[in-house]
């Protein structure tokens, strides 16, 4: 899988965070910016921040700079204050679903889906690893993020959650 880090990210500023507070809120656009950029391309939906943070999305060797621990929590501050962020675990921090497209998006897809092909009831594993989902852009979601993704159709009244004996069990009636 191949992605192409912005020019920015080979000059060696962009990987310390600026002392002025303009220059340090653009900054945090950029690697917000970047970060959905590279989980899209890398179809990442929940990433630990401490494997992350060792990742070449935070760690340039060609130029031997990384960004702080610091500066990648705010840029994942930022990621979730615009919603395109969730944490999993509210209380450390370390654990973030990534919304490069968010909730309501996906919800849209898979509903989209469900109603050109018919299909009345759905469990997780199908629309996640299903063969009639094979090649569309929701294939592989995290099994976590679909399960959020779901709770959306339900709250705009499009779907009824039904549950199984394990995750993979749980599925929708689409509405």
């Known amino acids: 899988m191949s992605f192409t880090f ?7 500023p962009f990987f310390t965070q600026q002392p002025t507070a303009d220059t340090w809120s653009r900054q945090r656009a950029l ?4 970060v959905l950029s590279y989980c899209a391309s890398h179809r990442l939906f929940l ?8 990742s070449p999305l935070f760690t340039n060797a060609s130029i031997s700079r990384s960004l702080n621990r610091k500066a990648i929590d705010a ?4 990621i ?3 919603g395109n962020g969730e944490w999993e675990d509210k209380k450390s921090r370390s654990r973030c679903f ?6 309501d998006e996906w919800a849209a897809l898979i509903y989209a ?8 009831i759905c469990t997780v594993y199908e629309i996640v690893e299903g063969d009639v989902t094979e090649g569309l852009e929701f294939h592989g979601l ?16 499009r779907g009824q959650l039904f549950y199984g004996s394990s995750d993979t069990d749980m599925g929708i009636k689409f509405a």
Do not use: C, M, T
């Open 47 to 54: 990433v630990d921040l401490n494997e992350l943070s060792v």
């Open 31 to 34: 690697w917000v910016q970047l």
């Open 142 to 157: 995290h099994i976590d993020a679909v399960k959020r993704v779901l709770e959306v159709l339900v709250r705009q009244g």
């Open 75 to 78: 840029v994942f501050e930022d």
């Open 113 to 120: 889906w469900a109603s050109d092909n018919g299909q009345k």
């Open 6 to 12: 912005p020019a920015i990210y080979n000059f060696p």
């Open 98 to 103: 990534v919304w490069w497209k968010r909730p």
């Open 80 to 82: 979730v204050a615009a």
